[in-house]
């Protein structure tokens, strides 16, 4: 074939080429070999203006879009064609007719839907990714904004063959752009969370119950786009507002900057996360806050997870703490200021998470504050601790302990029941310990149950104290610590108040009114609760007033306990036990050889303080007038330390040499008990008179009267050693008489019922000198004294005793070993 027929073209081509090449480089609509391209061809040309500013050539546009509508399987070819055109232009610098082929590329993507459309989406997306692989800004923001409407279309099938690894990169990247002109940046940076946004959007919403198609949860992918969010977040917000306060641009001072698009994007990242799905978004936060050290000052870390804790899927909420208290226990090692900035944001999140946790979550989440705070007491011994470490540890453990207080405020009732019996069960009980650890955890789980404490309200008594609760709470109220004592009774305190009466009982005093108080009747169920549990609880008040290192905190924290249990739980019925607790604290001040004379003062200024606070809340007048006689008695005879507040600072005197009318009498008190019409007589015996049994057998069941006794066994002086049981002399054991009994003759049960009934009435109404009369008149039986005497004489104890002599005659060894109990 001869070239002289051929056109310029052709002489530009290498002759050994194909004619389909030479057609392919002939571009010029006026060449003669144009005719013989293929139309898609030159219809994809002709969409280019001579002039670029022009901008597309509409027209010529509408015939390219027929043309693929008509004939759709030459949409990949058309696609390949303007990515070869774009590519070219790109390299040549001639951004104009990229931007018209990336239009084109648009246009055809909305009008077309095809199947073969995802041909046609290969060329385009590799369109996108040469224009992101750009330097220029200008083609970086393009190529963002034609993902973004890409990202909007829907397609009828999914393309399994497509990757987005690039964009998630490529987006992720422009993120942290630091272009040198801010508002440049701030555009880039924007259009890089967009691209992230369009891109998660549309891979969950088009394929989000397909299992072929790429996970965008996977580890991969979130690792880089949360740090890009948060990075925004962090760093965006005050830059912005630095150009926007310059007035450089309009374009930054829209609707939305980069840090509340970043935030809208996290927001919505974390709405649409599933159960399975929510630990891929908090990890990379916490990554991230590890590598930055954000975590002090934790202003921003706050931030974040408030943010996700509002935007999460409330059920899903507690998932958010519990990877949080897993990053916690993974960071035991880190320094204290770090744990607390974690257990700080911890405290501010967890009562979010409150209201959903139900069931095990709940106590888990307890369990692992518990378990952190624990960890902290055992890390080192206290002696190694240095004093700025110290101090950042105990800030550490008040962290948590705010935690679980807020945690629990936010739950029902019954859940903080629960939780306050499962610390309680934390709780390690001893008596005393030598190691300071012990101590330290039984302090810090106690201040836990304080802070629980302080959020539950109280109803009903049997409710809020369970017998195992209680019975825990009351043994560790008799421990050997002042603090550990003082901490219970605070937790008395919370929990006995239901009329916010602590303040106004914070202090002892004797000058105290019904009007200053909030009172109501004693409910029959508190009735029942105070009868059943009093012996318990008066117990471990008294024995926890024995200790020699109690301070003038504790004996006022046990006095406002005293207090809110006149207020709450006194009746009628339950008065006299509790008189009888209070002159029991009096002859403990009186008799007791160890406390110090201070704390014996302070003992009868809580006696005469509580005496009268029985008197004003009961409304029994001449208990109060006896009560205030005393009071005016101890500031007549110089006697003002026994009053309270003035003994706080008065000067220590001997606490024996107390004036006489300055103590609580019995007789007087008996006088003025039955003054107020208070049934003493229903009491078997002196019921004013104290009786250690009560205090030092904590196994016996006290009652509130003695009208139970008709349920007792009156037979049980068969447990008293050395002693036999008595028969009546008028009841028959033969064997005629057990056959009689079998019968069921009822005169002879009319009998017994008889006897039983004067039996019961003369222990119920006799008092204590008169069944012993009547025990002994009419037995011609040694005394009690002569027995013992007779006992220990059979005893051979001359080795033992062989010094022991008074006036050259020998000492009885009862009085030698027992000298107060035979003191005539």
């Not at 309009?250 to 900057?257: A, C, L, M, S």
């Not at 196994?699 to 009267?705: A, C, I, L, R, V």
């Not at 007792?712 to 002693?723: E, F, G, K, Q």
């Amino acid at each position: 074939m001869s070239t002289m027929g051929f056109c310029c073209c052709y002489k530009q081509a290498d002759v050994m080429k194909c004619v389909d090449t030479i057609v392919d480089k002939c571009t010029d609509p006026g060449c003669c070999l144009s005719r013989m391209r293929p139309r898609y061809k030159r219809l994809v040309d002709n969409i280019f203006p001579s002039v670029p500013q022009d901008g597309l050539v509409k027209n010529n546009m509408e015939k390219l879009t027929f043309y693929a509508l008509s004939s759709p399987e030459k949409l990949d070819r058309i696609g390949e064609y303007l990515f070869q055109k774009a590519s070219r232009d790109i390299s040549r610098k001639r951004n104009e007719f990229v931007m018209i082929a990336m239009e084109a590329m648009d246009q055809l993507l909305v009008a077309c839907h095809a199947q073969t459309l995802n041909l046609f989406v290969e060329s385009y997306l590799r369109i996108v990714q040469k224009l992101l692989e750009s330097s220029e800004p200008s083609l970086q923001i393009l190529a963002t904004q034609s993902f973004v409407r890409f990202s909007n279309i829907e397609e009828d099938t999914p393309s399994y063959h497509r990757r987005y690894d690039f964009f998630v990169s490529k987006f992720s990247s422009m993120c942290h752009n630091n272009n040198p002109n801010l508002v440049t940046m701030e555009m880039i940076r924007m259009a890089g969370i967009k691209g992230i946004q369009v891109k998660f959007k549309s891979n969950i919403i088009k394929t989000v119950s397909d299992d072929l198609v790429e996970n965008i949860w996977e580890p991969v992918h979130m690792d880089k786009i949360v740090p890009s969010l948060l990075f925004n977040m962090h760093t965006m917000k005050s830059k912005t507002e630095l150009v926007v306060e310059s007035g450089i641009s309009e374009e930054v001072n829209d609707k939305t900057d980069s840090f509340s698009l970043a935030e809208s994007c996290l927001r919505e990242l974390i709405g649409r996360a599933s159960f399975g799905h929510v630990k891929s978004v908090i990890r990379p936060v916490l990554k991230h806050l590890d590598a930055h050290h954000m975590w002090v000052p934790n202003v921003f870390a706050t931030q974040c997870f408030r943010i996700l804790m509002f935007s999460i899927q409330s059920q899903y909420s507690y998932a958010v703490v519990e990877t949080l208290m897993t990053h916690l226990d993974e960071n035991s090692n880190a320094s204290p200021k770090i744990r607390t900035s974690i257990a700080d944001v911890l405290s501010k999140i967890i009562a979010i998470a409150a209201n959903e946790s139900v069931g095990p979550t709940v106590l888990e989440i307890i369990n692992s504050l518990l378990t952190n705070l624990r960890t902290s007491v055992t890390r080192r011994p206290p002696s190694n601790i240095g004093l700025s470490e110290s101090d950042g540890e105990n800030e550490y453990r008040e962290a948590l302990i705010h935690a679980l207080g807020e945690f629990a405020a936010h739950l029902p009732d019954y859940q903080k029941i629960e939780i306050m019996m499962f610390i309680m069960s934390k709780v390690p009980q001893f008596k005393s310990s030598n190691n300071p650890n012990d101590l330290h955890v039984q302090r810090m789980c106690l201040k836990s149950l304080l802070m629980v404490s302080t959020k539950y309200s109280s109803v009903q008594m049997n409710a809020t104290f369970p017998q195992s609760f209680l019975d825990l709470l009351l043994k560790t109220l008799t421990a050997s610590e002042d603090e550990i004592r003082f901490i219970v009774l605070r937790i008395l305190h919370t929990l006995l108040d239901r009329h916010n009466n602590v303040s106004k009982l914070s202090k002892a005093t004797v000058d105290i009114s019904k009007s200053d108080i909030n009172l109501e009747k004693c409910s029959r169920s508190d009735t029942i609760f105070i009868r059943k549990h009093a012996q318990d609880i008066y117990v471990s008040i008294y024995e926890s007033l024995e200790m020699t290192n109690n301070t003038v905190d504790n004996v006022e924290a046990v006095y406002t306990t005293l207090a809110l249990i006149c207020i709450e739980l006194l009746s009628e019925e339950t008065v006299l036990d509790f008189i009888r607790l209070i002159l029991s604290i009096q002859e403990l001040a009186i008799t007791n050889a160890v406390l110090s004379t201070q704390q014996k003062f302070h003992l009868h200024a809580l006696v005469i303080s509580i005496m009268l606070l029985v008197a004003v809340v009961t409304d029994l007048h001449p208990l109060k007038d006896y009560v205030e006689k005393i009071i005016e008695q101890r500031k007549l005879l110089s006697a003002t330390h026994l009053l309270p507040e003035i003994s706080i600072h008065n000067e220590v005197k001997s606490a024996s040499l107390l004036p006489a009318g300055v103590l609580i009498e019995e007789p007087e008190l008996t006088e003025a008990l039955k003054a107020s019409g208070i049934d003493i007589t229903s009491e078997a015996g002196p019921v004013l008179t104290h009786r250690r049994s009560w205090v030092e057998n904590t196994n016996m069941s006290m009652k509130g009267s003695f009208t139970d006794l008709s349920n007792l066994d009156l037979d049980s002086v068969n447990s008293t050693p050395a002693m036999q049981r008595r028969f009546s002399p008028n009841e028959d054991l033969s064997f005629e008489a057990m056959k009689r009994s079998l019968l069921d003759n009822p005169v002879i049960k009319v009998e017994q019922n008889t006897r039983q009934t004067q039996l019961c009435d003369m222990f119920r109404n006799t008092s204590f000198q008169d069944l012993v009369a009547i025990s002994t008149a009419s037995k011609d039986e040694e005394t009690l004294h002569t027995k013992i005497t007779d006992v220990f004489n059979k005893v051979d104890i001359s080795n033992k005793l062989s010094n022991v002599e008074t006036n050259n005659q020998p000492v009885p060894i009862y009085e030698t070993l027992f000298p107060e109990l035979f003191a005539f």
